[in-house]
């Protein structure tokens, strides 16, 4: 980092010039928002919180980093005029990055990063196109709309955006707030594969509900980005995000979840964001579980790349 007193993912210390593993990329755009705001200030405030995350993962031998060589990149930022000028400008910054030579974990930031890192992922070795791109989303929300609030490029429309341009496939985990037009599209697209939160956590039958999905994680194939809104977590976990939702994943089916991909023999996961991180005006809960499960996603990565570090 050229500003050495700049923190650190995990409050790591960081070789300066390379070459890394891993890069953690701040993206803190906010431009869309529709109900709580915020985001601008999340990923600074997730870097923050890991500082205070254990370094001790149990699936690993080793603390933190284990063996792998982290960079915390200096975040995004553009003043640009336009929205689509801004979603441009984060496609340029994360481009260097998205080659296949790092594994790549983002902050976010409004959920729209999401489209500027698909299309920053055109050209990567390990996805000849776009089709053979499978985009694993934790989320309380579809984001599906074809438009919200007027704005084709808003956080409530990037999945929808993403199929636009190409992406084979999602499978969303934890929806429970979708509109009837989302929830058509759902029934209708073979693109979209959607877990309804109810069918992973209510009463009756949530539990197997959950070992269906935790089999067909198994099954996944092919190369996938794994998109973390952190409104898929429950609301009391996340509480100044901007649209907490009850219902959600606890942390420890997060954690189970995001081991579960990793595990999967027949996929690579290319990289992953962590989105819609808001500070915590009276605590840090908000920025503490995102920082959690950033920590839990590179402590996955890197074990898929070393197994016998397990």
């Excluded at 707030?177 to 069918?199: C, F, G, H, M, P």
Aim: hydrophobic share 40%.
């Amino acid at each position: 980092m050229s500003d050495s007193h700049a923190p650190s993912f995990l409050g790591l210390k960081e070789s300066e010039s390379g070459p890394w593993d891993v890069v953690v990329l701040p993206v803190p755009l906010e431009m869309t928002v529709s109900y709580g705001d915020g985001t601008a200030d999340g990923p600074a405030a997730c870097i923050r919180a890991s500082s205070q995350v254990e370094l001790h993962d149990p699936i690993l031998p080793a603390e933190l980093p284990c063996g792998a060589s982290i960079h915390t990149a200096e975040p995004w930022s553009s003043e640009a005029p336009s929205l689509r000028e801004q979603l441009d400008s984060i496609v340029s910054y994360l481009g260097p990055w998205l080659g296949g030579k790092h594994f790549p974990l983002v902050l976010g930031g409004e959920h729209g990063i999401l489209l500027p890192i698909v299309e920053a992922l055109e050209g990567h070795p390990g996805i000849p196109s776009l089709a053979d791109l499978t985009i694993v989303q934790v989320d309380a929300h579809a984001d599906l709309r074809d438009e919200l609030n007027g704005e084709r490029l808003s956080h409530g429309t990037v999945i929808r955006r993403a199929l636009d341009a190409g992406v084979g496939g999602v499978i969303q985990v934890g929806v429970r707030a979708y509109s009837k037009e989302e929830s058509e599209l759902i029934e209708q697209d073979e693109r979209v594969e959607t877990w309804l939160a109810r069918n992973l956590f209510d009463v009756a039958d949530g539990q197997l509900g959950w070992t269906r999905l935790l089999e067909r994680f198994s099954r996944i194939e092919g190369s996938v980005w794994l998109t973390f809104d952190v409104d898929g977590l429950d609301g009391a976990l996340v509480p100044s995000t901007g649209t907490p939702i009850p219902g959600g994943l606890s942390h420890w089916g997060a954690a189970e979840l995001i081991e579960a991909l990793f595990a999967a023999p027949g996929c690579e996961v290319l990289g992953a964001d962590v989105n819609e991180i808001v500070p915590d005006d009276e605590g840090s809960l908000t920025e503490f579980s995102a920082a959690l499960t950033a920590t839990k996603i590179l402590a996955c990565h890197i074990l898929a790349q070393h197994p016998q570090k397990g």
